[in-house]
DNA sequence: CGGAAAAGTCAACAAGTGTTGGCATATGCT
DNA sequence: AGCATATGCCAACACTTGTTGACTTTTCCG
């Protein structure tokens, strides 16, 4: 089956789509604003995506792609999460826009959440971790907050720092989550 | 001077808003819904506050109101911040419609940096902490993500948490923000 | 070529938004 | 009481939103 001309638009408009929501959140992202992005008639929007919840769902596909952190001594675990997080997500919309999208839209926040569960509190159940699921969440209070200070609310201090400087810092932290006693 | 009629209103207009700005955030929560909360007419809400924006610059005034930490043992004071920070955010709707806004909205972003670069900093100035800003930075990325992660995500794991279990785990996290020297 | 299917365009709709001005009512002062 | 002012309600505006259907153009295969 030879490439379809539709395929190209198709993903313009899902780039379009994780910039916008990315940037403008879930409802101030319009489909006009997608649509004139992706230089297509909103329309085409319509028509290979359904409606705006599903583009979304398709733009907000997300995988943490966490690494195999076997490997890794116990006490440096936090400071490779961080830098796997930061670069992650650095390098792709994907999650700013779920991130956005999440503070007001429930479907997305229900997504956030399945990131969590899904995908890092099993990973660290293969850690042999006790309690994956609450230090999973331990975990997202400070990575999403970051995010949160870094990417969206662009809190000064906090984009000043370094990937370095924040993998010293916020790694022990992570790394504590991970591996501390639960009271 | 005798208590207006209409202070009555404006309270209640007040009241309304960010109990809506908390639950459904800047975009979503319109002006007739709020007016319908405080059951007036939304041309009532414009008189009273001009426009939408000004409404919820009215709503979003915040107020951290850190207690004096001078007496705090060193190496309690994470603890003492969380407990102060959890107290204060469910008590009051404002600091929930603040986050919620400030993810899509630029002016409450503003603001909810202000509050930390002008409430939270310079009370760490007092403590003579040095580099009260980075530090102010770093609080804050534990502490957004939480309220992010217990009251806008409301992520399983992390709102089963007592105050008492997440003063314990995220306290010397933030104790160590103020104290650790930073690379 | 010729025609069917895919891809794209255009205009319009129904609903909801912030916002405005005019009009009625209530309040309080003299 | 009577009047000015504060307070409230109603209807409408201009605009934007997601979404739809009909129409035209392009593509592709027998």
Redesign the pocket.
Known sequence: M?E??????RAAILAAARERFGADGY???????IAADAA????????YY????K?FAAAAEFDLRLPDLGGVPRDELGEALIRHFLTRWEGDDTLRALLRAAVTNESAAERMRELFAAQLAPTLRELKVDQPAVRAGLIATQTLGLALCRYILELGPVTALTHDQLAAVLGPTLTRYLTAPLG
Do not use: C, Q, W
């Not at 359904?50 to 919840?53: D, I, L, M, T, V």
């Open positions: 030879a379809r001309k539709s395929d190209r638009t409802e101030r992202a319009t489909i006009r604003a297509i008639d909103p329309a085409m929007v319509m028509r359904g409606n705006k919840e583009l």
